[in-house]
């Protein structure tokens, strides 16, 4: 409530879309039903790197097969589990392994090493500032700042977060503030790879978006959520 007020009051073309559709609950500390620990945070992470380049169905399937060679799903777990059962085409007995590319495999076992051994952990994130977290996840390896920006919105909760590299958030400002006009005076794409290619993640794009986002500032996370 308090958010979309402020949103309204400083933005009356966000205002507009927000009186008419709505805000979608963010999630707080308080009212999520994620298991904030290690293995919590550890999960989201994996989440990330599975989810990256592929289908939310493709990513769904192998977070299900996951979930099934992986018990508990915990860091150490994981680690325990043979490289066989996890990418390639078949494990070692002939059954169909997770299906994990041998790269995101690797990224994924680096994060499990770095909470396993201590090196990382929620309770070092949380007292983290939004950019030296993002910094902290950005030098595990195949971790970038869409991933870190959808862990820190989805999963610690973060109010301010901004994902410049979401392309769906990203072509929703500039259609709505005709950014691409601005941008380089043409009229948006009409498919989705042209979207990419028309409006890409760029620092001039960036400095765009933030000339419309500042001023939504503490609550940037309503509007990406």
Known sequence: RKAAVHLCAVDPTLGILIKRLGV??????????KELSDNGAFLSLVKGVVFQMISVQCGNAI??????????FTPTSLLAVPEACMCGGQASDGSKNVGLS?????????????????ELSLAQLATLSDRDCCKRLCALKGIGEWTAGVFMLHFLNRPDIMLYGDLTVRMAIRDLYNLSARYHG??????????????????????????????????RTVVNH
């Not at 979608?24 to 039903?33: A, K």
């Not at 977070?63 to 508990?72: A, G, I």
């Not at 620092?203 to 001023?215: G, P, W």
């Open 24 to 33: 979608t609950c963010v999630p707080t500390r308080e009212n999520s039903n």
């Open 63 to 72: 977070m299900e097969r996951m979930l099934n060679v992986v018990k508990p």
């Open 102 to 118: 041998r790269s995101k495999y690797g990224f994924i076992r680096g994060i499990a090493s770095a909470f396993a051994s201590g």
């Open 186 to 219: 043409a009229a948006p794409a009409e498919t989705r790879v042209a979207d990419a290619e028309d409006f890409p993640d760029t620092h001039a794009t960036r400095h765009l978006i933030d000339q419309v986002a500042e001023k939504w500032r503490p609550y």
